[in-house]
């Protein structure tokens, strides 16, 4: 069975950072591209930062500049380094990887929090 797990959330003060880690089970092949989402309380998900399986990268403007999606292919992990925090990125942050068929795995979210 498909698993993605996120890790990494937590409190921190604007202008710090967290780095969010999404490991995914073995089990996941064919994998097209690598995202994270996010959603704030009383707000629809978005898109903040995907990365295809080449490499491409885009962000949402919100971001840019300061967030970073990364992977390790070895580890089947990505990563989403997020610096100068605000309170304003204040969600929970969705890992999601499309694979196969455009199918979608989506991890069960992990809780970023930062204070002013």
């Known amino acids: 069975q498909v698993q993605l797990v996120e890790s990494g959330g937590g409190l921190v003060q604007a202008g710090e950072s967290l780095r969010l880690s999404c490991a995914a089970s073995?089990?996941?092949?064919?994998?097209?591209?690598m995202a994270w989402h996010r959603q704030a309380p009383g707000k629809q998900r978005e898109l903040v930062a995907s990365m295809t399986s080449g490499g491409s990268t885009n962000y949402a403007d919100s971001v840019k500049g300061r967030f970073t999606i990364s992977r390790d292919n070895a580890k089947n992990t990505v990563y989403l380094q997020m610096n100068s925090l605000k309170p304003e990125d204040t969600a929970v942050y969705y890992c999601?990887?499309?694979?196969?068929?455009?199918?979608?795995?989506w991890g069960k979210g992990t809780l970023v929090t930062v204070s002013s």
């Open positions: 073995r089990d996941v092949f064919g994998i097209q591209s």
């Open positions: 999601r990887i499309t694979a196969t068929y455009g199918v979608n795995y």
